[in-house]
Nanobody, 124 residues
Framework: QVQLVESGGGLVQAGGSLRLSCAAS????????MGWFRQAPGKEREFVAG????????YYAASVKGRFTIPREKTKTTMYLQMSALTPEDTAVYYC?????????????????WGQGTQVTVSS
């Protein structure tokens, strides 16, 4: 059974940067489509960024494009999210997700594999 574990969240000032990690346990390789979602208090979970199963392509929500990056050096079992130019509107719990049956991760948050989430708080 694959488990996803996020880390790297925390408190940062507006304009700052953070790097989130999502590590998959239970396998030695993970050639799955993966991605990041976030959920702010009182809001629905929303897509942030995704990477194809082979790491060949990445795609982003309009709200984070140009500020957030999934480094293409996705390892066999770990994915990252590099966040920069953070604003208070980026404050949320960030979740990683994975789909073993897709080439790219759907932007709809209906996936079989989720991490427990990591809190990102951006102060103004």
């Amino acid at each position: 059974q694959v488990q996803l574990v996020e880390s790297g969240g925390g408190l940062v000032q507006a304009g700052g940067s953070l790097r989130l990690s999502c590590a998959a346990s239970g396998r030695t390789t993970l050639n799955w489509a993966m991605g990041w979602f976030r959920q702010a208090p009182g809001k629905e979970r929303e897509f942030v960024a995704g990477i194809s199963w082979n790491g060949g392509s990445t795609y982003y929500a309009a709200s984070v494009k140009g500020r957030f990056t999934i480094p293409r050096e996705k390892t066999k079992t770990t994915m990252y999210l590099q966040m920069s130019a953070l604003t208070p509107e980026d404050t949320a719990v960030y979740y990683c997700a994975a789909d073993p049956s897709a080439l790219v991760l759907s932007r709809i948050p209906r996936h079989d594999y989720w991490g427990q989430g990591t809190q990102v708080t951006v102060s103004s």
